[in-house]
């Protein structure tokens, strides 16, 4: 029996090897000091935008906000999900309930490494896979930004996920399939510099990809079906396809994109509907050279069908 | 008194044809209410020349289109499936629905009352209205292609 001895062995063995490689793949990785030397001084004024860009207040925010309380970051929305409810929290200046004790280095890490300043990994639900292509200097406008807004008190409830996605590990597997740096769409050389400006605000902070691109089964967005509409992830309804392919906008023009996002009415006066209503109020607040670049951008994008299935005729 | 009472007859039956599909009626005022709004849009956006008499036309027109929509008679309850986006909201939260179409049509009334003499004075108008398209259609509307 001296070979089967042997065989646990090795099983054991190459179990164990198997188990520490994933303990190591999986753990938060953090920025290098490189990166952080590029976060720069930070200018509020500057950050609006990205603030606005970003769409924070969209999320964290207290559900249903209107006017100055859009400024008050206390969490608690409830986004249901597949994988089950994730509560966005409080990232009001509240040293206590919020993030008001993070360093600017803290939120660089949270919005482009998805790690949180006690080196746990974030849920991808914060869409840290788009704000990882953000450029370091803007994370640090955007924490000038967030210290003039108030600090609201009050945690928001805990995730309840469910079974293996509760487990925050798995998601340092996820991070080395989907998190990257990189632009999702190669542009050449010699790209008009709106193009390129409406990428930046597209693919990273507007991260517009997360609910307009379908995703697979371990929940990474589909690359090669870029923007082309999914499935939402709440409810039941699809978000739109925003290519020029079939079922796309590719009827839209620059134009109308742009006066789409600055007024919330589509070329044929429908009206801007679902979670789009907060992405447009948020886009308002651009300036109009960067509704024309998104718009611009979009209109660059490789055309893709429907990355949803079409609607069942009803019964 | 016969004739009396087949003519009110008569007519109780057309008023129900006229709503013998609800989907479509709802969609035929959506559709009307969208084109109104959108010709305004226009002329707030400086698109189209401003003109006081022609744009409280159009104000008028798109208050008569927000009078029409009677919501129980426009929302019965099994309208909820088939070829419509009216999402599931609206049945559950009746009430809150109702409320969204009245704060509409206040808003649509008071652009009437206080005629606008510029191009300003619409836009803000046509902001107040857009704003109340897009509380509605966040909330009780689901695209589903």
Known sequence: M????????????????????????????????????????????????????????????????????????????????????????????????????????????????????????????????????????????????????????????????VFPFNIRRGIGMWKLLYLSDQPVIPLPAGTPDPVMAGRYLVEGPGHCGECHTPRDFAGGTKKGEWLAGAVAAEGSGVVPNITSGGGGFGNWSQADIANYLETGFTPEFDSVGGAMVDVQRNMAELTPDDRAAIAAYLKAVPPHPNGYPTRKPAS | MRKLVIAISMLAFAGSAAFADPILDRQALMKERGKIVGGLAKVAKGDDPFDATAVLTQLQALQANAEKFD????????????????????????????????????????????????VGALKAQVGAIGSDCGTCHQGYRVKKS
């Open chain 2, 71 to 118: 919501v129980d008679a426009l929302f019965p309850k099994g309208s909820d499936t088939g070829d419509t986006t009216a999402g599931p909201k609206i049945w559950e939260d009746m009430a809150g629905f109702k409320a969204v179409e009245d704060k509409y049509l206040a808003d649509v009334k008071a652009a009437v009352a206080a005629a606008p003499a510029d």
């Open chain 1, 2 to 161: 001296a070979w089967l001895k042997k065989l646990v062995g090795v099983a054991l063995v190459l179990g164990g090897v198997g188990a520490a490689a994933g303990w190591l793949l999986s753990a938060p990785v953090r920025l290098d000091t490189t990166v952080l030397a590029q976060l720069g001084p930070g200018d509020a004024a500057k950050g609006k935008r990205i603030f606005y860009a970003g769409g924070c207040t969209s999320c964290h925010a207290k559900p249903g906000s209107q006017g100055d309380a859009r400024l008050q970051l206390v969490g608690g929305l409830e986004l249901k999900t597949p994988f089950g409810t994730f509560v966005p929290p409080n990232i009001s200046q509240d040293p206590k309930d919020g993030i008001g004790a993070w360093s600017v280095e803290d939120l660089a890490n949270a919005m482009l490494k998805g790690v949180s300043p006690s080196g746990q990994h974030f849920y991808p639900a914060f869409p840290y896979a788009s704000y990882a292509r953000m450029k370091p200097s803007d994370i640090a406008d955007l924490y000038a930004f967030l210290k003039t807004l108030p600090a609201v008190a009050g945690k928001a409830p805990d995730n309840s996920l």
